[in-house]
T-cell receptor, first 115, second 111 residues
């Protein structure tokens, strides 16, 4: 199984600013994903981070608001831009091997609070 | 769009009682995965079911995939405090071949 770290683990940000979350994996992986999870709720997929190309966004999520980078097979970043209180949530990075949705390993998450 | 319905939302049990959560999809799934999320933690993969009618066991946990590959269940026998958390199913399917997450069932042990 892959070991995933995320930075920061939590942050409190002001409205209108941006936060960049880093996801680092201890081995090369095929697929990397970014999720959002409200407390007590299920997971919502934001996008699939593609190595060397633009991320694939799910319905309701756009690149201007959630720019994603994936420069190599072990690292990705998610930026949440122009923050509003509605962006307060837990953001999770996950990884999977193979070309389809096999078992996913999740990072510890980043808890974002927007004031 | 495709949905995976998961029930119940919560289940309160006495320690030692059994626990079951059910997932039902509107369309046929390629596979279904189960995850456990402890309070304050992140989801942890438990198992993946692929075949129609498949049944898999992990100690006190029994996972089933329906014959039509539209429903699945997780049954825990004789719950322990270590079982506390939220159990999610995630079904793979749909025209976009996406992983669709259930809402989760929270297992609560009565004091």
């Amino acid at each position: 199984s892959a070991v995933i770290s995320q930075k920061p683990s939590r942050d409190i940000c002001q409205r209108g600013t941006s936060l960049t979350i880093q996801c680092q994996v201890d081995s090369q992986v095929t697929m990397m994903f970014w999720y959002r999870q409200q407390p007590g709720q299920s997971l919502t997929l934001i996008a699939t981070a593609n190595q060397g190309s633009e991320a694939t966004y799910e319905s309701g999520f756009v690149i201007d608001k959630f720019p994603i980078s994936r420069p190599n097979l072990t690292f990705s970043t998610l930026t949440v831009s122009n923050l509003s209180p509605e962006d307060s949530s837990i953001y999770l990075c996950s990884v999977s091997q193979g070309v389809t949705y096999n078992e996913q390993f999740f990072g510890p998450g980043t808890r974002l609070t927007v004031l | 769009g495709q949905q995976v319905m998961q029930i119940p939302q919560y289940q309160h049990v006495q320690e030692g009682e059994d626990f079951t959560t059910y997932c039902n999809s509107s369309t046929t799934l390629s596979n279904i995965q189960w995850y456990k999320q402890r309070p304050g933690g992140h989801p942890v993969f438990l198992i993946q079911l692929v075949k129609s009618g498949e049944v898999k066991k992990q100690k006190r946990l029994t996972f089933q995939f329906g014959e039509a590959k539209k429903n699945s269940s997780l049954h825990i026998t004789a719950t322990q405090t270590t079982d506390v958390g939220t159990y999610f199913c995630a079904g793979l399917g749909g025209s976009n071949y996406q992983l669709i997450w259930g809402a989760g069932t929270k297992l609560i042990i009565k004091p």
